[in-house]
């Protein structure tokens, strides 16, 4: 089974569904990373590794416990470092970039990152090449990280794009496991801006068109539980409820599950996850709802 991530909502159900000692492996959105200080920071990417790793910093990115004396002195200097990085996380962060810097692909340093931390479960990045998550305001274009961490997300939004995304292949690991996994799970991200990029890579959907897709709506009632997806999903033209997140989907899904308090979709679970031990009861009600469905 493979799992397409972003890094909030799906990192809590990869970690079900690891507890719970699932088959699976994890594409995971790139699109949202930048370079910060001189090395490249991949948000969704270290989110869904550290939660495997266990050292998540709770439904935050970032180590847990992790001490900001770097960064704090930076602001000291007059640095404009506005993503609070920890001095565990940026480790990691200055290991992929020296990596990267030898010749290695974004894949190749995962991987390093992976083994280094523990992690066995196969997470890959859906591109080895730049993808830029934009976002159209009033007062002009911004990264999606100035947009949400920087601005805290209150300006108007007008547009999203995504630069380099017509330009980017699939990563060797995405095509390694869409040829050989007949099940994908969309996990409970924003649809936008974390599955989106995925889905826009060249491929995707045709590959998608072949396999047993089932997704996990980020939204419950008229919002989502974390994030700006409802807001980015009226700017794109969809509802900022789960009948927006299907429809943004646009027939990709063989399966929808929403929250059991929505009503609306082709099964309704529990989909709220606030502890570790809704991790693992969602993650274990889907599997038996994909093994009912003769899906595994």
Known sequence: MLVLSGG?????????????????????????????????????LDSVVYGLAGVLDGDLWGVRGDSFETHDRL???GSGEYMRIGDR????????????????TLSEATDEVCGRLGVETDVVPMTDDEVATLVRTP???????????????EPEVEGVEFEGLECADPSPGL???????????????????????????EGVR????DKRVAAVSPIIGDGPVSGPAGRLLEVEGF??????????????????????RDGYGDVGLDTLMRVGEDEERFASELMELLEGEGWL
Not at 13 to 39: H, K, M, P, Q, W
């Open 8 to 44: 909030t909502g799906t990192v809590k159900l990869v970690r079900g569904l690891a507890s719970i000692g699932a088959d699976f492996s994890v594409a995971v959105n790139t699109a949202d990373d930048l370079e910060v200080s001189g090395n490249l920071v991949c948000p969704d």
């Open 75 to 77: 602001r000291e200097l």
């Open 89 to 104: 996380d940026r480790a990691t962060h200055v290991l992929r970039s020296e990596l990267m810097s030898e010749g290695h």
């Open 139 to 153: 007062s002009g274009t911004l990264h999606f990280q100035e947009f949400w961490v920087r601005e805290g997300g």
């Open 175 to 201: 095509l390694r496991n869409l040829e050989r996994e007949s099940v994908v799970v969309i996990g409970p991200s924003n649809p936008v801006t974390s599955i989106g990029p995925v889905l826009g890579l």
């Open 206 to 209: 045709d590959a998608l068109s």
């Open 239 to 260: 509802g900022a409820t789960s009948r927006g997140v299907e429809e943004f989907y646009g027939g990709l899904l063989n399966l929808f599950v929403t929250d059991v």
